[in-house]
């Protein structure tokens, strides 16, 4: 564990105060003491902040009353975390065939990755004549970030000490831990990583590790490594937005971090709901895929292939 | 010494203030058990040693499936009050296990076998939701609380799920099915227009009953239930990884990428 990760550990243990989560069980006392002072500052907040902590529980639309009214720009969880609880749309008609524009990737200024030479060549290679390597053609998960811009939108619920994340497609989670925890082991990989959050101030912070390196950035044949570090920032700006930016660190693949940013809009639609997605017992792509990009069917014409799958549905 | 000796209790007394002051209201939410106004089942859990996944009526063991007296508690015999032809069609399903079995081909295995598959599952709550994720090949399920009426014309491997809170119990009708499913491994099996109830009752900090009630009429002479008991996984640091079969599977087959 770096110097960096260990400050963060100290951090979450400290920001643990006010939840219903809290335990002292494993504290140090010197863990305990910075408690005690960062518990005088919340004390303090909780005496100028009174209509947020007495916020009804649940917020709008909770059971049992009316409406609670938003306090201020957005509402807040039991414990005075920004509420994103709901449904969200993301932008995913831009970067999720190819994460390369100026819409998603601002750092590099180029907005392109910046990839060194045989990574750059492995997706071109890719692009060229193996999209076949598409993982989510074989329904296997997107990783992160490419999991935040997918089709079809999202949804979050933040509770006191978790931020749990949904997705219709492919029926993806990402479960993430507000509670000062560590890391999975190293050598543990997995297609979304492992991820633990934590607040700055009213931004959720998420770092993730542990990607298995399988993963592409968009379904453009842009590669990662197993040594993706991403962290995420989520900062709601109003009650319907949400600002994402993710930092991708990746000393293998990148000469340096790439940051990319999107805009999280919430789906206000009444009675909105996420439907089951059952990609692996519905996958038809697979076998049907043309041999000139890597698929085991044969190429057919494109004035016989156009729009006949759509049809058959 | 003694300045330092005075100084922790000091500080003791100061944090629990300050404690008692800043979370008085989600400490008390939590001693209640209640989470947005419900009864909170917020937590990992999971099935333990009923061996419900490899067949939910009283076996005998056999090789790496341990014995268990079921999970059937409607009937005296322990066993699922199927009509004669619903029972032969069971017996062909165990017969050919191995072809038929939809949680081979990593499918969504439906409601309620998820449940109590060999792999965690966690719960969590929103004022109209209760979320529930699997670590089995990532399955979600989606609980509405906001409508009770299943919905139109809409079919679903693991089915529609629309919940309600009887007392401190989450009643969870499950209807729309794609097609017949099984309960387990050994083939009992519901029709595709089997209305099941299910029932999450927490019992304590660790501890939930989960009932299930099956009503089909095509397929069992009588409506009839199992119960089980849900733990939750305790451990420290404990979370959901993944288990994503069909990647396993493909890699078995030398199908798809990354075949090794």
Request: some cysteine; hydrophobic content about 35%; proline content about 7%.
């Amino acid at each position: 564990m770096t110097g960096a990760m260990k400050a963060m550990q100290a951090m979450n243990e400290m920001t643990n105060v006010g939840t219903v989560q809290m335990t002292d069980r494993n504290l140090t006392p010197r863990t305990r003491r910075h408690l005690a002072a960062l518990g005088a500052v919340v004390a303090v907040l909780a005496v100028a902040w009174p209509v947020d902590l007495l916020a009804q529980p649940g917020g709008r639309g909770g059971p049992g009353g009316p409406p609670a009214e938003p306090a201020g720009p957005f509402t807040r969880t039991t414990d005075g975390r920004p509420d994103m609880t709901g449904y969200w749309e993301g932008g995913f008609f831009v970067g999720i065939q190819n994460v390369e524009t100026p819409r998603t990737i601002v750092s590099p200024s180029d907005n392109m990755l910046p990839y060194r030479p045989e990574y750059r060549a492995e997706t071109d290679a890719i692009r060229a004549g193996n999209m076949y390597l598409e993982p989510e053609l074989h329904c296997y998960s997107s990783g992160v970030p490419h999991q935040m811009y997918l089709q079809f939108g999202f949804q979050i619920v933040s509770n006191p000490g978790i931020v749990a994340m949904a997705w219709e497609f492919m029926d993806s989670y990402r479960i993430i831990p507000v509670d000062g925890r560590e890391h999975i082991p190293a050598n543990m990989k997995l297609w979304m990583g492992d991820p633990i959050g934590r607040w700055e101030g009213d931004t959720l912070v998420v770092e993730t590790t542990s990607q298995n390196g399988r993963t592409w950035l968009d379904t453009g044949g842009h590669v990662t490594t197993d040594q993706l570090y991403v962290v995420e920032r989520f900062t709601m700006t109003n009650i319907d937005t949400i600002e994402y930016e993710a930092t991708l660190t990746d000393p293998v693949a990148f000469t340096e971090p790439v940051i990319m940013v999107e805009t999280f809009r919430r789906n206000t639609t009444p009675g909105f709901e996420q439907m089951e997605f059952a990609c692996i017992s519905g996958n038809q792509d697979r076998e049907n895929y043309p041999a000139s990009q890597g698929g085991p069917a044969p190429d057919v014409a494109p004035e016989e292939r156009a729009g006949a799958g759509f049809e058959e549905q | 010494m003694s300045n330092r000796g005075n100084r922790v209790p000091t500080t003791a007394t100061i944090f629990a203030a300050v404690l008692l002051l800043t979370t008085a209201l989600p400490a008390a939410a939590a001693q209640s058990g209640q989470i947005h106004g419900q009864p909170d089942l917020q937590g990992i859990w999971q099935a333990f040693g009923n061996t419900a996944s490899d067949n939910i009526e009283p076996h005998i063991a056999t090789q790496g499936v341990p014995a268990s007296v079921g999970v059937v508690v409607s009937t005296e015999d322990g066993l699922i009050p199927y009509r004669p032809e619903a029972l032969a069609r069971r017996d062909e399903n165990s017969a050919n296990r191995e072809e038929l079995d939809r949680v081979n081909q990593c499918y969504k295995p439906g409601i309620p076998r998820l449940t109590y598959m060999p792999f965690p599952f966690q719960i969590v709550q929103t004022p109209g939701r209760v979320m529930m994720y699997f670590e089995w090949i990532h399955n979600t399920r989606t609980v509405n609380l906001d409508r009770d009426e299943h919905l139109e014309g809409m079919l679903f491997r693991n089915g529609d799920s629309i919940g309600r809170w009887d007392g401190d119990t989450l009643e969870v009708t499950v209807g729309n099915f794609l097609e017949d499913a099984w309960f387990d491994a050994t083939g009992n099996w519901h029709g595709a227009n089997a209305e099941i109830v299910e029932r999450y009752t927490r019992e304590g900090p660790d501890h939930m009953t989960y009932e299930v009630t099956v009503n089909d009429p095509e397929v069992y002479t009588e409506p009839w239930s199992m119960r089980m008991t849900l733990y939750r996984r305790v451990e420290d640091n404990f979370r959901l990884l993944e288990y994503e079969c069909h990647y396993y599977r493909d890699q078995e087959l030398e199908l798809g990428i990354f075949a090794q």
